[in-house]
Nanobody
Framework: VQLQASGGGLVQAGGSLRLSCVAS????????MGWFRQAPGNERELVAR????????FYSDSVKDRFTISRDNAKNTAYLQMNSLKPEDTAVYFC????????????WGQGTLVTVSS
């Protein structure tokens, strides 16, 4: 599985962006999907996760009620809708595919930069 993330950019605080993660292959629906982010000097952190069939989601406290993760298995695509963006959301955002049997993220996209200006 190859993942291609896109949709990052520069936005003012309070604005919105939608990130997309397109997967190659026909096994996209077998994986859970996660969005991570990494700001300069910080460790990579999980911000949102969605199960294979969209039945359950997880959000970190820092993005809860502002970000929404979703997926369209027919389009092999996962999304991260980001609203009410804050300067502290500035980071490189990565999508990743989760092996549901181990819980490990086994495939990673290349990252897309989100910059939120104050």
């Amino acid at each position: 599985v190859q993942l291609q993330a896109s949709g990052g950019g520069l936005v003012q605080a309070g604005g919105s962006l939608r990130l997309s993660c397109v997967a190659s292959g026909r096994t996209f629906g077998l994986y859970g999907m996660g969005w991570f982010r990494q700001a300069p000097g910080n460790e990579r952190e999980l911000v949102a996760r969605i199960s294979r069939y969209d039945s359950s989601t997880f959000y970190s406290d820092s993005v809860k009620d502002r970000f929404t993760i979703s997926r369209d298995n027919a389009k092999n695509t996962a999304y991260l809708q980001m609203n009410s963006l804050k300067p502290e959301d500035t980071a490189v955002y990565f999508c990743a595919a989760q092996d549901v049997s181990t819980g490990k993220y086994v495939y990673w996209g290349q990252g897309t930069l989100v910059t939120v200006s104050s």
